[in-house]
DNA sequence: CGCAAATAGTTGTTGGGACAACTATCAAGA
DNA sequence: TCTTGATAGTTGTCCCAACAACTATTTGCG
């Protein structure tokens, strides 16, 4: 076993509460103003989102699950849920009769480009505005180096970016 | 309505993205190595902490739920099932015949004293080894900001010291 | 070819959290 | 005093995620 357990000293276990803080309140926070807006979690916009910058708005479920930080099994009962209200479609992979892919309808477009502005507001409201540019980059440093930890296969490094000012959702609009 | 939307520029949805991936990721992580250990969810173990800490190991319901920044029926169903296990008492008021306040149990403070090492070293393992002393300050610095956009009542500010050398545990072993 | 192992996905069950509804007690004021 | 409103807590219901079990297909290899 390990030796004698290092306990934390007073900045360490100031900076840890106040992280899982953030950490508890922040997805609650997101998905109160989604569902509120749009009826979506966080989780259902983020994998919207995905598909809609997908090439042919299309994607494979595992790559779904995987740049969405979901098990396959979450992420098929969200699917299923999504498909029933007519905001994607499922359907097999013509070269994998085991996989199935996913492709946003036109109503998911609409629906997360309804959405997303709301969003993007309460994402400025309730962290970005409140960082200087200085910790936006520290943010980003911070943050990379406990994913390194925390998810060493960095799946959800190759997320790309949802919130460019791009044609995807002008194109949904 | 506001006007047109403010997008995302590179930076801040690289450490947006980020962010939220850290927030997904963290309790996950928490809660797995505690369950697998001794049996707790993080919720659980902060809630005996807070309580372990407490002038004489004993809290009013509605003071731990905001201390643990839960709501009151959830902290209500939660003691119950430590109250089932044993980790906890409830027993009501006598000063507010409304109120109940909880007492955690000697089993409780064995349980905890027995899950702390481990929980600690996840929490260095995870995230405090991999921040340079600097980046320890503006982690506090920037959950600071970003907690007082989401919990303006600072109801989580208030919590103690959970991780002191402190006697408590010791007294508890 | 044929079989074992790995991969892709779905489904069922369980457990926890959010929310609403409810009871009980206290406090403030006419 | 009595009555209104606020406070403290519990309970019930619904929804979502974790996990395990399962089917189906593909791949690797003898």
Do not use: K
């Given at each position: 076993?390990?030796?004698?357990?290092?306990?934390?000293?007073?900045?360490?276990?100031?900076?840890?509460?106040r992280?899982v803080?953030?950490?508890?309140?922040?997805?609650?926070?997101?998905?109160?103003?989604?569902?509120?807006?749009?009826?979506?979690?966080?989780f259902?916009?983020?994998?919207?989102?995905?598909l809609?910058?997908a090439?042919?708005?299309?994607?494979?479920?595992t790559?779904?699950?995987?740049?969405?930080n979901?098990?396959?099994?979450?992420?098929?009962?969200v699917?299923?849920?999504?498909?029933?209200r007519?905001?994607i479609?499922?359907?097999?992979c013509?070269?994998?009769?085991?996989?199935?892919?996913?492709?946003?309808?036109?109503?998911?477009?609409?629906?997360?480009?309804?959405?997303?502005?709301?969003?993007?507001?309460?994402?400025?409201?309730?962290?970005?505005?409140a960082?200087?540019?200085?910790?936006?980059?520290?943010?980003?440093?911070?943050?990379?180096?406990?994913?390194?930890?925390?998810?060493?296969?960095?799946?959800?490094?190759?997320?790309?970016?949802?919130?460019?000012?791009?044609?995807?959702?002008?194109?949904?609009?």
């Amino acid at each position: 076993m390990s030796s004698e357990t290092r306990w934390l000293n007073t900045e360490e276990s100031a900076a840890w509460v106040r992280l899982v803080a953030l950490a508890e309140l922040l997805p609650g926070a997101l998905d109160a103003q989604l569902l509120r807006d749009a009826g979506l979690t966080h989780f259902e916009y983020v994998a919207l989102m995905a598909l809609a910058e997908a090439p042919d708005r299309t994607m494979r479920m595992t790559e779904l699950a995987s740049r969405t930080n979901a098990t396959l099994p979450r992420l098929s009962h969200v699917a299923r849920r999504l498909e029933e209200r007519g905001l994607i479609r499922r359907f097999p992979c013509p070269t994998d009769r085991r996989a199935t892919n996913a492709t946003v309808t036109e109503a998911g477009l609409e629906l997360i480009a309804q959405a997303a502005p709301g969003h993007v507001g309460t994402v400025r409201a309730s962290v970005l505005d409140a960082l200087t540019p200085e910790q936006l980059q520290q943010l980003y440093s911070i943050a990379g180096a406990v994913l390194a930890r925390l998810d060493p296969d960095e799946r959800l490094a190759a997320t790309s970016c949802q919130f460019s000012e791009g044609p995807t959702l002008a194109r949904a609009g």
